[in-house]
């Protein structure tokens, strides 16, 4: 199983980014996924996360800027920025609770290997 991260790039404050996390693999079913931001020096914090059904937290740093969606078709979750900042910049890091067969106990956690977000001032 991989989780392949995409979307990071260079933005000014203000901008946008869409980030997006897809699983592949032979994966029988995936619960939560999320996003998580690790800034330089700093420790990994949960950005935002989505289980399967659609419920959604966030990090009250981000709340009403970022949003999380995914698509259980496509096994893909996103993460949409807006209104960056500074505080912002970092490594983004996408992770999922998989399933592999369907006689598998429980859900294991899996990550991306982060894209990088950065913001200029």
Not at 13 to 31: E, H, N, P, T, V
Not at 34 to 55: D, F, N, T
Request: aromatic share 10%; charged share 15%.
């Amino acid at each position: 199983v991989q989780l392949q991260a995409s979307g990071g790039g260079l933005v000014q404050a203000g901008g946008s980014l869409r980030l997006s996390c897809a699983a592949s693999g032979r994966i029988f079913s995936i619960d939560a996924m999320g996003w998580y931001h690790q800034a330089p020096g700093e420790q990994r914090e949960l950005v935002a996360a989505i289980s399967k059904g659609g419920v959604t937290n966030f990090a009250d740093s981000v709340k009403g800027r970022f949003t999380i969606s995914r698509d259980n078709a496509k096994n893909t979750v996103y993460l949409q920025m807006n209104s960056l900042k500074p505080e912002d910049i970092g490594v983004y890091y996408c992770n999922a609770g998989i399933r592999l067969h369907s006689n598998s106990y429980g859900y294991t956690t899996y990550w991306g290997q982060g894209t990088l977000v950065t913001v200029s001032s």
